[in-house]
Nanobody, 123 residues
């Protein structure tokens, strides 16, 4: 079992930045591909960014490419999502997820989820 806890969400003006963190416990994070997803009201949960177990392979949704950066620290058992140039359409609950199968853009591939952290971007 892996327990994931997100932090760092909040309210920010458009153009601002936030840094989300995902702390893992229970098992070493180095055995899992990690992803960040988000879900806005009335919408499906969507892929934001993913990173492989080693940290070598990274992918982003087109909507955040160039603005968001995912990184991982397997020693500290943490994954972060640096979000810059935030837009109102980035408003959502952001979830950290772990998969034992590498990494994936599909939420159905992930075995463990955090409870999420709210990000609200005002215009």
């Amino acid at each position: 079992q892996v327990q994931l806890v997100e932090s760092g969400g909040g309210l920010v003006q458009a153009g601002g930045s936030l840094r989300l963190s995902c702390a893992a416990s229970g098992r070493t994070l180095s055995r899992f591909g990690m992803g960040w997803f988000r879900q806005a009201p009335g919408k499906e949960r969507e892929f934001v960014a993913g990173v492989s177990m080693s940290g070598i392979t990274i992918a982003y949704a087109d909507s955040v490419q160039g603005r968001f950066t995912i990184s991982r620290d397997n020693v500290k058992n943490m994954v972060t999502l640096q979000m810059n140039s935030l837009k109102p359409e980035d408003t959502a609950v952001y979830y950290c997820a772990a998969t034992g199968s590498g990494w994936s853009r599909s939420r159905t591939s992930y075995d463990y989820w955090g409870r999420g952290t709210q990000v609200t971007v005002s215009s």
